[in-house]
């Protein structure tokens, strides 16, 4: 696992972008794996700067998000797929048909995870999956006690997750209190993980999951079984 600390949320922004401008440089038909929740909000705003500075184009990117709400309807102000529709993929010259988002909506929510599984996979993987952590460890919406070898399923999400995005919400008055997420072992099969934090109230979770014992208890701590993970933190979730 590699760590990069950095002096704060701007510079974390950077760097992470970085990271993945330079996949995009590299590789143009890239496929990413994008989270939504506070922390991405500045690494989205740079990975647009790059491409209106003609840096890098996502013509050819392709795109898996990490989770959806369930009941949720695109439309509304709160889903994850408004989000990313205005943090990134509005700014930039992504085609519609290369995004891919879980749908809260699907008559059959089984169904939709196992074709989610399906779409991954024909899609030859996911090159870099972007993760935030949740302040109980969690990523995507895997909460403590999920198991490893899960993958693409609904989940019943904890009160701490439901009070967290309350927060966010705009539309909502009450929070979903069921998602849709990848699971532990669709995340650990991306060629690389690149995880960001950042600020005081995630730094005893970063700790744990990046330094403590590896446990189902905290999601985040498997990402150090992965190959080739990077956690990029800013100096207050770093506690540096
Ligand atoms: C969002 C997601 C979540 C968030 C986590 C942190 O797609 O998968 O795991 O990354 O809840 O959220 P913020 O960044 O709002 O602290």
Redesign the pocket.
């Known amino acids: 696992m590699k760590i990069i600390i950095t002096r704060d949320y701007q510079e974390m922004s950077v760097r992470a972008a970085q990271l993945v401008i330079d996949l995009i440089k590299q590789k143009p038909d890239a496929v990413l794996g994008l989270?939504?929740?506070?922390?991405?909000i500045g690494f989205y705003q740079e990975l647009v700067k790059a491409y209106l500075r003609r840096e890098i184009s996502f013509a050819k990117v392709k795109t898996f998000?990490?989770?959806e709400y369930v009941g949720v309807n695109r439309s509304s102000r709160d889903s994850?797929w408004t989000y990313m529709q205005t943090q990134l993929f509005s700014q930039v010259d992504i085609r519609q048909e290369n995004i891919n988002m879980l749908d809260g909506t699907a008559s059959n929510l089984q169904d939709e995870c196992i074709n989610y599984e399906r779409l991954i996979e024909d899609a030859g993987g996911i090159d870099l999956q972007l993760?935030?952590?949740?302040?109980d460890g969690?990523?995507?919406?895997c909460e403590p006690g999920t198991a490893v070898d899960k993958r693409t399923f609904v989940v019943d999400l904890t009160e701490l997750?439901m009070q967290?995005?309350q927060e966010?919400f705009t539309e909502l008055k009450k929070s979903p209190s069921q998602g849709l997420?990848m699971g532990p072992a669709t995340i650990m099969e991306a060629r690389k993980i690149l995880l960001i934090a950042n600020g005081k109230n995630?730094r005893a979770i970063v700790k744990k999951a990046l330094y403590g014992s590896v446990t189902t208890k905290v999601p985040a701590s498997i990402l150090q079984r992965h190959l080739d993970c990077t956690c990029v933190l800013d100096a207050l979730a770093s506690g540096e």
């Open positions: 989270a939504t929740g506070r922390t991405p998000n990490l989770d994850f993760l935030g952590i949740g302040l969690h990523i995507g919406f997750t967290s995005n966010t997420t995630k």
